[in-house]
């Protein structure tokens, strides 16, 4: 976590408009990555550890029209999947937790994916933040999924500093306002890829610059 000098503490008026412009700018967040079901999105989170969601996409775009439910999945078996994802990275870790989970959802799930945190742990390749991500974007509830992105620009505006992303996701349920809950992580997170990027955050074309804790931001106006 940065140290307290090189953020101010952002106020709950700062964070409440900061959220506000974020709702005007853009409505109806969606993630990058592309889905149609609760199954494919899960997938997709699964398959985007240590991955980019175009890369993801790409290969989602090749595997969904031939199998998008467990059974189909299970169908194909591992080697298949691997011919499909084998552009990303760790494709074969990720297809032998992708084969497991669709054998646990069919098992225990009746072939659907549960809506609760402890499930959807308990899956292979699920951890807290894939486990925040489908609970938030397929049922609706308001969990805060921690990236690299909200972690850095959570510290880096003085939003909700932590030193590690449970704390920082702890400390974000508390201070974001409830109205903006439910769409909150997915505005951080386009935030935080297009704007506040990690080497040199685009301070000049920041909606929300003058509510920012950022202390050292003007040096990246340009």
């Given at each position: ?67 998008n439910t467990p059974q189909a999945i299970l169908a194909l078996g591992e080697e298949k999947l691997i011919s499909y994802i084998q552009t ?135």
């Amino acid at each position: 976590m940065p140290s307290t000098t090189e953020y101010r503490l952002m106020k709950p008026a700062e964070r409440h408009e900061f959220f506000r412009r974020m709702q005007e700018i853009n409505p109806h967040p969606k993630s990058d990555l592309e889905y149609t079901t609760p199954f494919e999105l899960l997938i997709a989170v699964i398959l985007s550890a240590q991955a980019t969601d175009k890369s993801v996409n790409v290969a989602t775009a090749k595997l969904y029209p031939v199998a998008n439910t467990p059974q189909a999945i299970l169908a194909l078996g591992e080697e298949k999947l691997i011919s499909y994802i084998q552009t990303i990275g760790l494709f074969r870790t990720k297809a032998k937790n992708v084969i497991k989970t669709c054998q646990i959802l069919i098992e225990q799930h009746g072939g659907k994916v549960p809506d609760n945190r402890a499930a959807l742990e308990a899956l292979p390749g699920v951890g807290r933040k894939t486990a925040n991500v489908v609970l938030n974007v397929a049922f609706g509830q308001p969990t805060m999924a921690v990236d690299t992105h909200i972690f850095r620009i959570s510290n880096r505006m003085g939003l909700a500093p932590g030193k590690d992303v449970v704390a920082v996701e702890e400390k974000l349920l508390k201070v974001v306002p409830g109205e903006f809950m439910h769409h909150a992580h997915h505005w951080l997170i386009l935030h935080g890829r297009y704007t506040c990027v990690a080497r040199k955050p685009k301070c000049g074309a920041c909606p929300v610059y003058d509510v920012c804790g950022f202390k050292t931001k003007q040096k990246f106006v340009e």
